[in-house]
């Protein structure tokens, strides 16, 4: 079991850069199979997610290789097997519905089922690809999407904006046979960023990044590949911001899209922080002799509405703040499991389902804590750097699924912060090393 250890009471100074951003760069992982030419990605970072989808990758035939940041995607011909194990272990295997079903004629899917965050249907991503033309046959436990011949293009109009049924329906509808219209489509920035690797690809879409995209299809695979730097990572941007709006201190966030985390700027401001925004950088400071200010109601909602995945670092910043506050998370029924570590730490905070409720406290105290997800335990860490004594997070192996080195980054800003494994995981690896020696 991975664990972080963190003491709180330092400041935080210095410049940062976020990593490429998870959530265009596991798309863009499977994106790479609809292409006959080979494709690169530049400055991916080194996350659990990311070995899951290389793994996958592999399973289906294809050879990705890693070199440094970057990951080169030779033109393969995939098979449509997902396996079991790394279906489970990764949400974003789905993103290889519509990939392996344009190349190989038929994909099956174990089921990705519910998560910690709750239920994540993909009814819209199916839906979709039957209107498109696919035989869907949709089991118990798996998923069995075949095609005839060639999809077709459509007029599909999505229940509400996924963002993975977005990408499901675009990277289809590009090498479908005629035009499609998308209609209520997810309008994230990292959708317009898959959009621009496609266009780079052969592909011909307009509109993507906003409610409506419309393909050309393209009867079969795209015919080029490309060279594609991925957006900055505005969720990882958001959590440095956090970080020093509880901990105090001045950092620049530097080569990310501020604009792309807008949302969580404005808060920041309303509680209390100076942020000087530019185009591609942006600077937080809090004296931390000030106070941070609550009265927040902040309800999370689909781009360009408040991120559903900045909604426990707002509450991080909140819990010492003057006043009382709240968050709905309007997406996920159970984001905020990282309350039971807020209220370990000494924060009052009461989760309900979607609602979390916050009364700011003057001081927090370290304890142990679980990280219950990815964005809960980046959360409970930050939470840490203002808390007195020496914390730790356990189960700290879901934040590398989304931040390549957290701890290591704060610990750059001068934070009291590091990795390190549990006693049994290190009497693992002593056994282990006397086996083999
Ligand atoms: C993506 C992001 C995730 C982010 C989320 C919302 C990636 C890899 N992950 O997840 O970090 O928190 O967007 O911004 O990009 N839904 C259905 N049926 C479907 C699909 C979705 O009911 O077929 C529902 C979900 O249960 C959820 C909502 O739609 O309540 C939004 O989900 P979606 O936008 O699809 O999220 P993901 O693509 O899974």
Known sequence: MERIRITGGRTLAGRVRPAAAKNSVLPLLAAGLLCEGPCVLRGVPDLADVDASLELLRAVGAQPERRGADILLPPSRPGGRIPTDIAGAMRASVFYLAPLLTRAGQVELPLPGGCRLGPRPIDIHLDGLATLGAQVDAGADRVTVRRAGLLQGADYTLRLPSVGATLTLLMAACCAQGDTTLRGAACEPEIADVAVFLRKCGAR?????????????????????????????????????????????????????????????????AAGCEIAAGPTEFTVRRDPASPLWGGADLRTGAWPGFATDTAPLAAAVLLRARGDSRIHDALFQNRFACARGFAAMGARVRADGRDLSIRGVQTLHAATVTAPDLRGGAALIITALAARGTSVVQDAGHVRRGYQDLPGDLAALGARCAAGQTLSDVAKKNLLTVQMG
């Open 205 to 269: 879409i307009e509109g993507a990044g906003t409610p409506v995209v419309r393909i050309r299809g393209m009867g079969g695979p795209l015919p080029g590949g490309a060279d594609h730097d991925p957006v900055p990572d505005r969720i990882a941007a958001a959590t440095y911001a956090a970080a020093v709006a509880v901990a105090g201190g001045q950092v620049t966030v530097e080569q990310c899209r501020p604009g792309h985390l807008a949302a969580f700027l404005r808060f920041l401001r």
